[in-house]
């Protein structure tokens, strides 16, 4: 290996070395004409011409976790990765075309399920923003709407009564939202229920509409 050595006057010296792997070719590396500001990286474009860059690294290290955010002049700090209110992930349920039950038991509607992913941290909440679009009943009747969590009854969304004449074939839609702030340290599967009251049957979305659950896990402020 071929050493390039830079002797001081105090009789130190500085050591450039060749790679420890022969390269697959001769390689030349260009120096920049002028030195960079303090905390510039050296770059290359990728034939051999070096340059500093004009971003600006931090002095020192950060800690486990952050990452790099520039305050878009070219200067580079360490921050969490984070911050208190930020939505981190979002999942989305969706069920598209009609469908039906006259179950007078809570039925999941299929499509309008999802599972979180495992939190960024067990001290993060859950925003579920549930739409069940265009429900309609066969006759006098009461929906009732729930969101189960984990397989067991968390929230009811509504016990919606439509008109009482049964001639009347009412059509509305039904939302709701929801903070779930468990400490959870795994992922949560959130599903839609339904039910019929007196066992007519009920509607949804009437004219092909679409439901959904959506879900954000949020940075919960400190």
């Not at 001769?26 to 011409?49: F, H, R």
């Not at 020192?60 to 790099?68: C, E, I, K, P, R």
């Not at 009482?164 to 779930?180: E, K, M, N, P, R």
């Amino acid at each position: 290996m071929s050493n390039l050595n830079f002797l001081h006057s105090g009789g130190n010296k500085v050591t450039l070395s060749a790679p420890d792997s022969n390269p697959s070719s001769d390689v030349t590396l260009k120096l920049p004409n002028a030195d960079g500001s303090a905390n510039s990286p050296i770059i290359t474009n990728g034939g051999g011409a070096l340059s500093f860059a004009s971003l600006k690294l931090p002095s020192s290290d950060g800690t486990a976790g952050q990452v790099l955010q520039t305050d878009g002049n070219g200067n580079l700090t360490f921050v969490n990765k984070f911050a208190d209110g930020q939505v981190i992930s979002t999942v989305v349920g969706q069920r598209n075309g009609q469908f039906s039950s006259g179950s007078n038991s809570l039925v999941a509607i299929s499509g309008l399920s999802v599972a979180t992913p495992t939190p960024e941290s067990s001290l993060n909440d859950h925003l579920i923003h549930v739409r069940v679009a265009d429900l309609r009943k066969s006759a006098d009747n009461a929906i009732q709407l729930t969101v189960h969590r984990n397989g067991t009854f968390w929230k009811g969304i509504a016990n919606f009564l439509f008109d009482t004449s049964s001639s009347v074939q009412q059509t509305d839609s039904i939302g709701a939202t929801f903070l779930d702030t468990h400490d959870d340290s795994s992922s949560v599967t959130y599903q839609v229920y339904y039910k019929s009251a007196t066992g007519g049957t009920i509607y949804g979305n009437v004219g092909n509409s679409t439901s959904e659950i959506i879900v954000q896990e949020i940075k919960r402020y400190s």
